[in-house]
């Protein structure tokens, strides 16, 4: 079993920044990719970023392309994502989540485990 323990979020002015922390723990007997989805209000939960095992492809949602960032230390079992230049509609729940494979993933039906989310609200 996995568990995925995250940190970092909090409120912020538009155009700021934040960082997100995922720690991994558990019985882990498997390279996995990584990745971080968010959830507004009324919304549905949607990508942002993912991560391979060995860091090499990264994807991004469009909306925040160019103004986030995923990394991952498999040493210390931790990904991060890392969030510039906010914008308001940034404001949602964010979840971090593994998934038994090495290669990296947006569709959120193929990860087995998640964190316990962290809001993160950008005011304008």
């Known amino acids: 079993q996995v568990q995925l323990v995250q940190s970092g979020g909090g409120l912020v002015q538009a155009g700021g920044s934040l960082r997100l922390s995922c720690a991994a723990s558990?019985?882990?007997?498997?390279?996995?990719?990584m990745g971080w989805f968010r959830q507004a209000p009324g919304k549905e939960r949607e990508f942002v970023a993912a991560d391979s095992w060995s860091g090499d492809n990264t994807y991004y949602a469009d909306s925040v392309q160019g103004r986030f960032a995923i990394s991952r230390d498999n040493a210390k079992n931790t990904v991060y994502l890392q969030m510039n230049s906010l914008k308001p509609e940034d404001t949602a729940a964010y979840y971090c989540?593994?998934?038994?494979?090495?290669?990296?993933?947006?569709?959120?039906?193929?990860?087995?485990?998640w964190g316990q989310g962290t809001q993160v609200t950008v005011s304008s």
């Open positions: 558990g019985r882990i007997r498997f390279r996995y990719a």
């Open positions: 989540a593994a998934r038994p494979y090495s290669d990296a993933s947006s569709n959120q039906n193929t990860y087995n485990y």
